[in-house]
């Protein structure tokens, strides 16, 4: 069956880094445009970024350009999510999801990041 896994979330200072890592299985993981995305506390879901199949194409979004930077190991069926200069609003549970046509049809658990001093 799909499963998306996160793993690298925690707790870090304003300024400092993270990478979350997703491991896919289940499906042909080079075949999909796969998306981070996250959500605050209290608030709504945010796309952040996606890559597609290939890893040729990013796009990110106007909160996380210039900080986050999406790839992926088609090799190792994972995708990443490097992020630096993190902010205090960037704390939130961190997804990733599988793109199908439209719409994300294969969710992770989610992992949290929390950007506090």
Not at 44 to 73: A, P, Q
Not at 80 to 90: G, R, V
Not at 96 to 113: F, H, K, L
Request: with cysteine; hydrophobic share 30%; aromatic share 12%.
């Amino acid at each position: 069956q799909v499963q998306l896994v996160e793993s690298g979330g925690g707790a870090v200072q304003p300024g400092g880094s993270l990478k979350l890592s997703c491991v896919a299985s289940g499906f042909t993981f080079s075949s999909y445009t796969i998306t981070w995305v996250r959500q605050a506390p209290g608030k709504g879901l945010e796309w952040v970024s996606h890559i597609n199949g290939g890893g040729s194409t990013t796009r990110y979004g106007d909160s996380v350009k210039g900080r986050f930077t999406i790839s992926r190991d088609n090799a190792k069926n994972t995708l990443y999510l490097q992020m630096n200069s993190l902010k205090p609003e960037d704390t939130a549970v961190y997804y990733c999801a599988r793109r199908a046509s439209y719409t994300y049809d294969y969710w992770g658990q989610g992992t949290q990041v929390t950007v506090s001093s």
